[in-house]
């Protein structure tokens, strides 16, 4: 399952972590976050303990999302080492994923 970053715990669980985290940017309403909502779960169980894989909903956690000037969502953040190491904006197919996962693990 993914995990579920907050404006609480973001410092904690993707800045401090030791690997690759991959943070989609959501909202309820938003039907093209909806349609990559499974891939990320997918994505999560499949890199379980490898890659930290999660969702921000910028509806709830606003603190974050304006600290990455997210403007557009679905947007996913690949962040290593606390910065940003690429990204991704709107709905895209697993692959992308997969490819930028494997560029920066």
Same mark, same amino acid.
């Given at each position: 399952?993914?995990?579920?970053?907050?404006?609480?715990?973001?410092? $904690?669980?993707?800045?401090?972590? %030791?690997?690759?985290?991959?943070? %989609?940017?959501?909202? $309820?309403?938003?039907? =093209?976050?909806?349609?990559?909502?499974? +891939?990320?779960?997918?994505?999560?169980? $499949?890199?379980?303990? #490898?890659?930290?894989? *999660?969702?921000?909903?910028?509806?709830?956690?606003? @603190?974050?999302?304006?600290?990455?000037?997210?403007?557009? &969502? =679905?947007? &996913?953040?690949?962040?290593?080492?606390? @910065?940003?190491? %690429?990204?991704?904006? *709107?709905? @895209? =197919?697993?692959?992308?994923? +997969?490819? #930028? &996962?494997?560029?920066? #693990?």
């Amino acid at each position: 399952m993914a995990h579920e970053f907050t404006d609480a715990n973001f410092q $904690e669980k993707v800045i401090a972590a %030791d690997k690759l985290s991959v943070i %989609d940017f959501w909202a $309820e309403w938003c039907g =093209p976050c909806r349609a990559i909502g499974p +891939v990320i779960e997918e994505l999560s169980k $499949e890199y379980e303990g #490898k890659v930290n894989v *999660g969702k921000v909903n910028v509806d709830h956690n606003p @603190q974050v999302s304006m600290n990455y000037g997210i403007t557009s &969502i =679905p947007a &996913i953040l690949f962040v290593k080492g606390g @910065q940003v190491v %690429d990204k991704l904006v *709107g709905a @895209q =197919p697993k692959a992308n994923f +997969v490819k #930028k &996962i494997e560029q920066h #693990k």
